[in-house]
């Protein structure tokens, strides 16, 4: 997924909510041995976005503590 050959596997993945409006707006990722965290927009054309709607139909997940 990075262009180097180096497939980087997600391990969790929690929704964010707008503090102000408390509308569900991006995904929070997790990355299996890893550090990584990332914030993902809820945008169909983002490459993220992409493979977390391809881990949620595998089976994944996602963590949704609410607002």
């Given amino acids: 997924c990075c262009g180097c050959g180096v497939i ?3 391990n969790t993945v929690t929704k964010n909510y ?3 409006t408390n509308e569900f707006c991006s995904y ?3 990355y299996v041995n890893s550090n ?3 914030s993902v927009p809820l945008d169909e ?3 993220d976005y992409q493979e977390i709607q391809k881990w949620i139909a595998d089976g994944g997940i996602v963590i949704d503590n609410g607002v």
Avoid: Y
């Fill in 8 to 10: 980087i596997m997600i």
């Fill in 18 to 20: 707008n503090s102000m």
């Fill in 28 to 30: 929070q990722v997790t």
């Fill in 36 to 38: 990584r965290v990332k």
């Fill in 45 to 47: 054309a983002n490459t």
